[in-house]
């Protein structure tokens, strides 16, 4: 051992750990840092705003499984940053963000950008600590990157005050992350599989955090041999192939109401990772609350969350990822042919589900959304934020391996585009398509600059249809003919392309979008196609 100042400290921990890329906006209060990262080996992402930093940290740690890592200064950065510690707590998400503090002997007087940070990120986040000791620093890593990825994985916030992160110490490193298995009893495995054998009509809902390939494997082999209709929760697509005959739909907003029906009308309800919130029940009416009609079985990595709403009939802690892997090890009896018909008409419901249904104007979302499953590579990643134009690719997208789905279940504009430039980096030889609203757009449009700085040569798609769409169509339903506070002058997006280096086109009509996309797919740097949509095309399944 041998001094180090803080910052060199903290980033030997993150090697440590496993970190390979972390994402920021730089500040004073974490100058330190800044300087162990300077020879390091691992990849500093230099971000435009702090939601966006916070946002590709999130995405990193959805991709990998491993704990996204941020870093942003004191005050107004860390609120910036708030909007994606958000999206990781509501996601499940492991991940750890890095925030400045004022000097410790500076506290409590409102000093330049202060904030105390227990008490404003207490709410949206695992745990938020501040290191008060440089010789603490291996200590306080280790402990976020346990609390992060184990149980239900979340967000951690660790902040570092100044003047202790400038000082030397000479202190031991702490050893790697070491994780709890997840795994439950081979008598809750037991009791599940008697209980799907035993159901007429069983259906599984799958969502939440702690999952991987290998569980997304284990999903197909059990609902296979078992004649186990699944539907997925809200923006989880991509947790079974959907074009697998046991894949039954998403289970979220704008749910086909066949789906809907099959919900309510089933015998067991298998919830593997999902917490039944108001998204995946409709707005709690798919349920009755407190007792199902259904049997409910709830496995959580979190205690708690089973019987938080719904009393279910059997509750398992244990990560869905390891306990579906489990089942379906225990699996021996081939298909249930008694469940047949039950399995085939949710699966027929689906495929008229994705009969496309005919929007007004030039540009038919519909048919762009079906060109791009039908011809994208099968490891492609679509990332998306929140806005009407979503329900389109939700609708109509095909989702065909593990991790090719990249999109906010808290419903955060903005998230599309940082999401794909970490997509991106982290995965530099697969297409990564970026679909946002011109309003979802511009929350984060700056970070298209990051997407060219570090060739992250993403393809974005922007609906651009001059409003808050999604306000907008709730307007028409309340209070018809009374628009307010939802139009938007946009700018030439194209051109904005242009003018970070990138490519940009506009594109007016779903006739020309294969050229378009073929075109900026051959650009060789980050691409806008700015598609003109009708603003009466609303939804899938309505117009204003």
Request: proline share 6%; charged share 20%.
């Amino acid at each position: 051992m041998s001094e180090r100042h803080g910052g060199q400290i903290l980033v030997d921990q993150l090697r440590i750990q496993g970190v390979d890329r972390v994402f920021c906006i730089p500040g004073e209060s974490y100058l330190a840092a800044l300087d162990g990262l300077h020879q390091s080996p691992i990849q500093t992402i230099v971000c435009r705003q702090e939601g966006g930093a916070a946002m590709m940290a999130e995405a990193h740690g959805k991709l990998t499984g491993r704990p996204g890592v941020a870093f942003v200064t004191r005050g107004p950065g860390a609120t910036n940053a708030s909007a994606g510690v958000h999206v990781a707590f509501q996601d499940s998400t492991p991940m750890v963000l890095f925030v400045g503090q004022v000097a410790r002997g500076q506290r409590d007087r409102e000093a330049f950008q202060e904030v105390d940070y227990r008490q404003m990120f207490g709410p949206l986040a695992k745990w938020v600590a501040e290191i008060e000791v440089t010789e603490r620093i291996p200590e306080y890593v280790s402990a976020a990157f346990h609390v992060a990825a184990s149980g239900r994985p979340g967000p951690v916030v660790l902040a570092l005050p100044e003047d202790m992160l400038s000082a030397s110490a000479d202190v031991a490193d702490a050893a790697p992350a070491v994780l709890a298995s997840g795994l439950a009893s081979q008598e809750d495995v037991g009791s599940v599989l008697a209980l799907i054998e035993a159901a007429e009509k069983p259906l599984a809902i799958v969502g939440g955090g702690g999952w991987s390939a290998a569980a997304g494997a284990a999903l197909e082999q059990l609902a296979g041999k078992l004649s186990l209709p699944v539907g997925v929760s809200f923006r989880c697509q991509d947790y079974l192939d959907n074009r697998h005959p046991c894949y039954i739909g998403d289970v979220g907003i704008g749910i086909n109401p066949n789906l809907a029906e099959r919900v309510r009308s089933a015998d067991l309800l298998l919830v593997l990772g999902a917490r039944l919130g108001e998204i995946t029940t409709s707005g709690y009416s798919l349920v009755d609350i407190p007792e199902p009609r259904q049997r409910l079985v709830h496995v959580h990595a979190d205690p708690s969350e089973p019987g938080r709403v719904y009393r279910p009939a059997r509750a398992i802690a244990a990560s869905a990822g390891a306990f579906v892997q489990q089942l379906a090890a225990a699996v021996e009896a081939a298909s249930d042919a008694a469940r047949s018909d039950w399995l085939e008409a949710g699966r027929a419901d689906y495929e008229a589900w994705q009969v496309p249904q005919e929007t007004p104007g030039a540009l038919k979302m519909e048919q762009l959304i079906l060109h791009l499953s039908r011809t994208l590579p099968e490891n492609a990643i679509l990332t998306n934020g929140a806005g009407n134009y979503s329900a389109w690719l939700h609708r109509y997208f095909r989702y065909k391996s593990w991790r090719t789905q990249l999109a906010p279940t808290s419903g955060s504009m903005g998230y599309g585009l940082p999401a794909s430039v970490a997509a991106k980096l982290e995965h530099p030889d697969r297409d990564v398509i970026c679909l946002a609203g011109d309003g979802c757009f511009q929350m984060t449009m700056q970070e298209f600059g990051t997407a060219v700085q570090y060739g992250a040569n993403i393809i974005v798609l922007i609906s651009n249809n001059g409003l808050y769409g999604t306000i907008r169509m709730h307007q028409e339903r309340d209070y018809p003919g009374r628009p307010s506070g939802t139009d938007m002058v946009n700018p030439d997006f194209a051109a904005l392309a242009q003018a970070y280096g990138g490519y940009g086109e506009t594109v007016a009509s779903h006739e020309d979008f294969p050229a378009a996309l073929a075109r900026a797919q051959a650009a060789g740097v980050p691409a806008i196609l700015d598609l003109k949509v009708s603003p009466a095309a609303l939804t899938p399944r309505s117009a204003a």
